[in-house]
Each structure stands twice: as C-alpha cells, then as structure tokens.
C-alpha cells in the first residue's frame, strides 16, 4: 500500500504517533482510496442508495442558496423602482413586495432545511463506516503474529483507533458535506457573476478563492506539523499512564509514585507547549484568511458601486453581490477548516490504514485443511528457530509426545523451553525442520484448528475484567451454566465461588487482580477442562505458587491431564516425577532424556538441578521448623515471618 507498506517487523516510531510496531504511514491518496469502500459499501443498497439522496439533496440546497441573493436582488430593484408609486400597505405593489420578501425568506429556511436533511443522510452512512473501520481494524488486530503484540504499546495503539474513528467522521463530513457543495456553490456563484455582470468580476473571485486557498492550505500544513507533534506527544503521555496503571503494584512496591508522575508530566509539558503553538498558528490563519477575501470582496464591491453610478448596473445588482460574497465567504471560512480537518483526519488514518497494512508473521496456506485430531501424537523432527538470525534459540531439536502420554521440558532459563510452546502453538514459524501432529505438518493446516485442539494453562494466568463465570466459559462460549460448574468443581474452584458474595458473578478485575494466584489458576485450568482439547500444555503452570497451592493446583492438573497428550514446561521438577518421558534443554539444545529415575542415574544436567532444588527445599523446611520453633519459645510472635508467601 504506497508508503504504508510494512518491511520487516522491527519497533519504530512514526510522525503520525509514535506508534512503536509500525513501521509506516499510508500517503494522503491510497487512504482516499482504502476508505471508498467504507463510503460506498458493497452489499448495502441502503446504504448507497442514501448517499445518492444525499448528493441529490445537496445540488438542490445550493441551488437554493444561489436562488436566495438572486431574490434579494430582485426585491431590492423591484422596491427601488416601484416605492415611490405604491398605493398604500394594502395594495397591489405592496402585496408584491411582500410576496418577494416572503419568497426570500423561505429560501433562506429551505436551504437551512435541505442542508440538515443531507446531513441527516449522511449520519448513518458516516457511522456504518466507523463502524465498518474499527471492526476490520480489530480483527485485523487479533490476526497479527505474536511478534507485532509483543512490540506494541497499547497506549499508543489504543489511540491511534481512537483517533482514526474520529478521522473517518471527519473526512466524511468535511469532505462530502463541506468541500464538494462549497465547490459545487463557487462554480454556480461565477455562473451568476458572468451571467449578470463580466468575466472581470469572476475573474476577481477566482483569484481571491485561489490566493484564499493557497494560504490556508501553506498555513495548515504548517499547523499540520504542529498536530503531529501532539499526536505523538498524547500516545506517550497516554502510553505512560496506561503502562503506570497496569503495574500499579509494582509502582507501590518501589515507592516509584513521584518518578511516575515526572514522566507523565514530561510527556504532557510537551503537549501543552505544541497545544500552545497550535493556537497561536490559528490566529495567524483566521487573520490572514480574513485579509485575503475582505481585499477581494472590496474590490468587487467597488466595481458594482461604479457600475451602479454609470447606470450599468442597479442597487439589487450592489446587493446582491454583497449578499453572495457573504454567502460564499461563510463556505470558504469553513473550508480552512475543512482542509485542516481533511488533513488532520488523513494523519489520523495514515497510521490505521498502515495497521491494516500490516501482514501477519504467520499465515494459513491457501486451502489449508483443518488438523484432524486422531491421537494426539506430536512429534519435533529437527527443528530450529531463531527470533532474530542473529540469536539462534534452538538447535535441531526432536523429540516425541506419544499419544496419551505426559511428557516434562526441564532445563535451565533460557534453555528454550517456552519458546517450543510457541512452536507449538505456532505463534511463530520454524526457520528448518518439521512440526507434526498425528503426521500432519502444522504449517499445512488452519491456525484455528490447530488452536482449538491445544489447551494451555500459563504460567502467569491473565483474566478478562469481568465475571468469573465469564472467565471459565471463555474456554467455550457456548457451554451451558451447568457445564461451567462442572468444570469449576473439578478445578476444585467451586466450593471457593460458592463463598463469594456474588458467586460465579464475581467481578475478577483487572487482569484478574482481585483474585490469588491460587484462584487464578484453578479459573484456568477450569477453563481448559471446559475446552475439552485432546492435547495440553502446562506451561509452567505451578511456578509462582507458593508449596501447599502448588500440591493442590497439581492435583487438578494431573486430573486434567488423564487420557491426554500432555506437554508440561516445568521449573520445579517434583511436580513432573511421575512423567513417562523428560526432556532436558540447554542453550537451545536436547542433551538428555528419559524417565526421572533413568536421569538420576545419569548424574547429568538434570541430577543436578534435581540436587540444587532438594537442597533448597531441605534449607527452607529446616528454616521452617526453626521459626516453628522460635514461635514455641516465645522468641517469635506469630506472622512476624511467614514461609512460602
């Protein structure tokens, strides 16, 4: 898409806003084009039949407002002429003017009338097209690769849509209900200028629309650059303060309060300073747009007055231009604003179209079928990958997960397990060697299939603001109530929603905040036995509990995974004793396997982290039962030191 095509997938900032995974701005006319579609919508008749009444409606509203001056003019001569004869308020001549002034006043409501009637059009054809656009953009979204979510910023990316809504309006209603009647008025005005007086006069009006338009179009696109900078200034203030707000809690722990709001401010001073100027910018331009047309205005004013007294022209001839070039002047005011707008509204949606622009890392074939799921039997034949050429994670890697079977991933950070887990779900496509379930490649079929066969209990579990209820069936929408709790009562979740005031219309917060990392889990794991998927992953799903939860969540978990292919990424290894098969990463690389007593035997890699973290356990019961016994002398009041919270 011209300037907005995206090469590569690195981080970068744009004019348009700073936006931090996206690497480019559509130019002014493919936006033009992108939003077409968006105006003129296929498969909505309606629709288009509505912006045809609108076109429709707004010829005729300028030709009433052409007709109006010509009135005025009209009224003018005949009173000027026929005043001095007028029998009396009741007569024949008065009656006339009356009907004239009478005339000029229902233009002047007619064409208010009409130009609401074509806005009244507009509006829905206007809000479809919002509507059409933030859809697309958020499916758009949901379909990008984990790389671009990885790098984006949501503050700034939550502005950009916020902003390209407000642009698509823009465009359509400065565009479409301003710019084409304000051209279609100028050239019906010169029509009349030629028509009752000389080209001399249209000459005049040409040369002060043209010099009025240059102007205004010099002094926005100065401003323009002015509103860039704002733009980008309000996603970094904005960016800063959603960042601040998600890691409330770690803000707390640092005491970090006075450094957040520095930051915050830093960003928000240079707001105001390009705010300020933003202003001052605008003086400037009304001035100068109001010393461009009162020139012209004069001008052509002093010709009718002249002709009036060599008697070529008459006093409705004097008024009626006077009236026009107020009338004109109105649309033209407007249309500094206009085009400011117009090119505001295109800055907006340079970035949104870029977005759009945006192709995913990871892509379905063409006629991809979907994975049949048979037994579950995944296997990694040679595999290699690597997030960037220059960092290579793992190094032809095989290994297989029999059908039914458990099967551990243990090894050292940064040894490459939860990037396998990625490889599986393929967030991410390997650079050599073959990923298979049940013998298919699972680059050969549908994302979504591959998906829905594979459910994942995280390490770090992140709810939707909502319900609990809401968070359990988000692992199938469509689950019954009684099903929901079906599920919750095996993740040993139900008898602890029961307690809640509001039960399974618990409220968790954000990200799930309001609830234990216990609870959070069980909400997870529940919500995967409600999936049902034939295959699962357990990324490391205990780690960050504390021993007794961990025995507990351990237990739901080996009930969940009976009868399933399963795939556990473990850091603590007396949770993964009982698998048929571990596998032991490092540096990216398969160095041993086999069951957990054939590795200790082995006295290898994995006896040795087995013998680092039983020392540890043994230092933390030890320390444990002195405290016990410190609180039994007398020398410890209880809670002054808890273990394992």
């Known amino acids: 898409m011209g300037q907005g095509h995206i090469r590569g997938h690195g981080a970068r900032n744009t004019p348009a806003g700073g936006l931090v995974g996206i690497s480019g701005r559509a130019d002014h006319w493919t936006v033009f084009k992108e939003l077409v579609p968006f105006v003129w919508p296929k498969g909505r008749p309606d629709l288009r039949a509505q912006v045809v009444a609108a076109f429709c409606v707004l010829v005729l509203a300028k030709l009433v407002t052409i007709a109006v001056p010509i009135l005025f003019k009209g009224a003018t001569d005949w009173l000027t002429e026929n005043a001095p004869a007028a029998n009396g308020p009741g007569g024949t001549l008065a009656l006339v003017a009356t009907l004239l002034i009478l005339a000029y006043g229902a233009g002047r409501v007619l064409m208010m009338v009409l130009n609401q009637i074509r806005d009244l059009f507009f509006t829905k054809v206007g809000q479809h097209a919002v509507r059409e656009l933030n859809n697309r953009t958020f499916q758009h979204l949901h379909r990008l690769s984990l790389r671009f979510h990885l790098e984006r910023r949501t503050g700034g990316l939550s502005r950009v849509i916020e902003r390209a809504a407000r642009g698509v309006e823009l465009i359509i209603r400065m565009g479409l209900l301003q710019l084409a009647p304000t051209i279609l008025e100028l050239a019906l005005v010169c029509a009349v200028l030629l028509y009752y007086f000389n080209w001399i006069y249209v000459a005049v009006v040409l040369l002060t629309v043209a010099a009025y338009m240059w102007f205004t179009f010099a002094a926005s696109e100065w401003r323009i650059a002015i509103r860039r900078e704002m733009n980008e200034s309000d996603n970094d203030a904005n960016t800063k303060a959603i960042d601040s707000l998600l890691n409330f809690e770690t803000v707390k722990y640092f005491g970090n309060e006075a450094m957040e709001s520095r930051r915050f401010d830093s ?379």
């Open 267 to 645: 960003a928000m001073a240079r707001y105001e300073q390009a705010a300020i100027r933003t202003y001052y910018s605008l003086g400037v331009l009304n001035s100068g747009q109001s010393l461009i047309f009162t020139i012209g205005m004069t001008i052509v004013m002093w010709l009718a007055a002249r002709g009036v007294m060599e008697g070529t022209h008459t006093v409705g001839d004097f008024v009626m231009i006077n009236a026009m070039m107020i009338q004109l002047y109105m649309p033209l005011n407007f249309m500094g604003m206009v085009y400011r707008e117009i090119k505001q509204g295109l800055v907006d949606l340079e970035t949104m179209f870029a977005l759009l622009d945006e192709h995913p890392e990871v892509e379905d074939k063409p006629g991809a079928p979907a994975l049949a799921v048979t037994r579950g039997n995944i296997r990694f034949d040679k595999v290699s990958f690597a997030y960037d050429p220059e960092r290579q994670i793992l190094h032809d890697v095989s290994f297989e997960v029999p059908a039914g079977k458990m099967v551990a991933i243990v090894g050292p950070s940064g040894a490459g397990k939860s990037t396998i887990s990625r490889i599986l779900f393929r967030f991410y496509d390997i650079q050599s060697g073959r990923v298979t379930i049940d013998g298919q490649d699972i680059r050969d079929v549908t994302q979504a299939s591959l998906r829905s066969a594979i459910g994942v209990v995280p390490q770090d579990t992140v709810l939707f603001n909502d319900t609990i209820l809401y968070n359990i069936r988000y692992g199938r929408p469509s689950a019954k109530d009684a099903e929901v709790k079906e599920a919750a009562a095996l993740a040993q979740i139900d008898e602890f929603i029961k307690t809640l005031p509001d039960g399974y219309g618990t409220m968790v917060g954000e990200r799930g905040l309001k609830l234990s990392g216990g609870e959070k889990q069980r909400v997870a794991i529940a919500r995967t036995i409600l999936k049902g998927p034939p295959i699962l992953m357990l990324d490391e799903a205990t780690s960050a509990l504390d021993s007794h939860t961990e025995k507990e969540i351990q237990d739901a978990l080996d009930r969940v995974a009976e009868n399933r292919t399963t795939l556990v990424i473990a850091h603590r290894l007396s949770t993964i004793v009982h698998a048929d098969n571990i596998l032991v990463l490092e540096k990216g690389r398969l160095v041993e396997q086999g069951t957990h007593a054939e590795l200790i035997a082995k006295d290898g890699l994995y006896a040795s982290l087995w013998n680092r973290q039983r020392q540890a356990e043994k230092a933390r019961e030890e320390l444990a039962q002195a405290l016990e016994e410190a609180q039994k002398a007398g020398a410890l009041l209880p809670g002054d030191i808890r273990i394992g919270e």
